[in-house]
């Protein structure tokens, strides 16, 4: 019986081993960014079929934001940024948790670069740097950014996004599919301005918003009243003047209303909100 345990014991060790590479893989870092930048104001108004109240950004900024979804830190994870003139003014550093700010490891600022390293960036933390420039970019051609660690260059996967200000009313295609606004011919969709884990939540919104209309899940009629109701509702936490998660509510109640979900549907939505 002694031999047979012995005979086992090197199976047993592979299979041990087996599991602990393929079933319950090592956890990894996965680390995403996102760069934000004004381009400025629209040089013409828009012509929407809603009379609204023109408020432009003509401040010029910049905005890093860097998550790691992972599950594992990220170590030396390095920031770079470096523009081609004199550009920065000021930076400023946000870290969630801010504990955070105990890691930097190396730390330089010029006027025309950034760069700052920290010792680790653990799993389910985010870092952000709004930068105060001295005159708007235009394009991503006026800078380079590299964000990188021991394990990885992760600089390829970055999100660049422009961001042109235009209305301060953040639903101003409520008639997309009525009147065919070409979004090609606009900016891309006006912010809050406020960013939660590096996504402005009135753009995703609006941008839904336009989908839904687009693919004819609401109507233009639809549109008009989740626009109405969402507009005049001033309680509660406002993202550029709009609650969003009034709008959500009223858009699931009209998704609900349209048959386009089931209630078990929309109460599982909301079950996973909080």
């Known amino acids: 019986m002694d031999s047979r345990k012995n005979s086992s014991a090197p199976y047993n060790d592979c299979n041990r081993i087996f599991l602990g590479h393929h079933i319950y893989p090592p956890a990894f870092p996965d680390i995403q960014s996102t760069i934000i930048y004004n381009t400025g104001p629209l040089r013409a108004k828009p012509d929407f079929p809603f009379k609204l109240d023109l408020?432009?950004?003509d401040k010029a900024w910049f905005k890093i934001f860097i998550v790691n979804r992972g599950n594992n830190s990220a170590e030396d994870l390095a920031t770079q940024v470096t523009f081609h003139d004199n550009m920065i003014h000021n930076v400023e550093k946000?870290?969630?948790?801010?504990?955070?700010?105990?890691?930097i490891k190396d730390f330089s600022k010029a006027n025309t670069s950034f760069y700052e390293m920290l010792f680790y960036l653990p799993a389910r933390t985010t870092i952000e740097y709004p930068f105060h420039l001295n005159k708007l970019i235009k394009s991503s051609d006026e800078f380079k950014y590299y964000v990188v660690s021991k394990e990885r260059d992760w600089t390829p996967s970055t999100s660049i996004l422009p961001r042109t200000s235009r209305y301060l009313n953040v639903f101003q295609n409520t008639a997309y599919a009525e009147e065919n606004i070409n979004k090609e011919e606009h900016a891309s969709a006006p912010g809050s301005g406020i960013f939660i884990g590096g996504y402005d939540p009135v753009v995703m919104s609006n941008e839904l918003f336009d989908l839904l209309q687009a693919k004819k899940l609401i109507t233009s009629a639809d549109a008009v009243e989740i626009k109405k109701v969402t507009e005049a509702y001033k309680e509660g936490i406002?993202?550029?003047?709009i609650n969003v998660l009034k709008f959500n509510e009223v858009l699931i109640n009209k998704l609900l209303q349209n048959k386009v979900i089931s209630s078990e549907q929309a109460t599982r939505i909301i079950n996973r909100a909080p």
């Open 94 to 103: 946000a870290y969630t948790p801010p504990s955070l700010a105990k890691r």
């Open 238 to 241: 406002l993202f550029g003047g």
């Open 55 to 57: 408020k432009t950004d």
